[in-house]
């Protein structure tokens, strides 16, 4: 499997950005796919995902009410929309796949989390 992400790049606080992650390769619909970001000097962050068969999906709160996540089944892909950007949400995000998630919905731990993409930097200037 193999994860592409785009849509990164430089916006002001309180803009919008909105993040894609195209899955390839021996992919299936019991999967999860989600986010993580990681910010200078700091720990990998869970930021959302999402289950593909039922969308259960799963926030931080830090994200609650200003991402939201999709999927287009059809092109294994999903979208991370981002609103209302602070500069704290300065990092770079990962998506990242879990070929097998749990009946509780998608987990925030990395260590699920089975492929990940190359990265793509989000920086918010106050």
């Known amino acids: 499997v193999q994860l592409q992400a785009s849509g990164g790049g430089l916006v002001q606080a309180g803009g919008s950005l909105r993040l894609s992650c195209a899955a390839s390769?021996?992919?299936?619909?019991?999967?999860?796919m989600g986010w993580f970001r990681q910010a200078p000097g700091k720990e990998r962050e869970f930021v959302v995902a999402?289950?593909?068969?039922?969308?259960?999906?799963n926030y931080a709160d830090s994200v609650k009410g200003r991402f939201t996540i999709s999927r287009d089944n059809a092109k294994n892909t999903v979208y991370l929309q981002m609103n209302s950007l602070k500069p704290e949400d300065t990092a770079v995000y990962y998506c990242?796949?879990?070929?097998?998630?749990?009946?509780?919905?998608?987990?925030?731990?990395?260590?699920?989390?089975?492929?990940w993409g190359q990265g793509t930097q989000v920086t918010v200037s106050s």
């Open positions: 390769g021996r992919t299936s619909s019991s999967y999860a």
């Open positions: 999402i289950t593909w068969s039922f969308g259960r999906i």
């Open positions: 990242a796949l879990d070929r097998s998630p749990g009946s509780y919905g998608p987990s925030q731990n990395p260590y699920k989390y089975n492929y």
